[in-house]
C-alpha cells in the first residue's frame, strides 16, 4: 500500500500563494497518477487537480483553473500543487491520492493522506 503525506499548508492572505507537497512511499510512485483533492469543514471533499504518470497530462476544476498547477517529480517520489492568486474560498484540507490510472483519480476512490491546512484570509 502507498502511503501519502501531506505539507505546506498554512495561513496566507488573499492573493498569495502556497506550495503543497505530497511525499509517497511503500510502492511504485512512478506507475501512479497523482491527484489533490480539498475539503471544507462541513463540506464534501472535492476534486481539486489530478497528474498523469509522465506528468505530461493534467486537469483541474473549473474553481482552480489558471491558479493552480500540479507538478511531480519522480525522482523524489513527490507530487506538488501551487497555489497562486488564493482566495478565501481556497480554504480547506487539501488531501493528496493516488491511482494507477489517471482517469480514475477525479473518482476520488485511491488512497489518502492525511491532508494539509490552507487557510487564506481576506
Known amino acids: 500500500q502507498v502511503q501519502l503525506v501531506e505539507s505546506g499548508g498554512g495561513l496566507v492572505q488573499a492573493g498569495g500563494s502556497l506550495r503543497l507537497s505530497c511525499a509517497a512511499s511503500?510502492?511504485?510512485?512512478?506507475?501512479?497518477?497523482m491527484g489533490w483533492f480539498r475539503q471544507a469543514p462541513g463540506k464534501e471533499r472535492e476534486f481539486v487537480a489530478a497528474i498523469n504518470i509522465g506528468g505530461g497530462s493534467t486537469g483541474y476544476a473549473d474553481s482552480v483553473k489558471g491558479r493552480f498547477t500540479i507538478s511531480r517529480d519522480n525522482a523524489k517520489n513527490t507530487a506538488y500543487l501551487q497555489m497562486n492568486s488564493l482566495k478565501p474560498e481556497d480554504t480547506a484540507d487539501y488531501y493528496c491520492t493516488v491511482s494507477p490510472l489517471y482517469n480514475q483519480i477525479a473518482r476520488g476512490s485511491g488512497s489518502w493522506g492525511q491532508g494539509t491546512r490552507v487557510t487564506v484570509s481576506s
Open positions: 511503500g510502492g511504485p510512485f512512478s506507475r501512479y497518477a
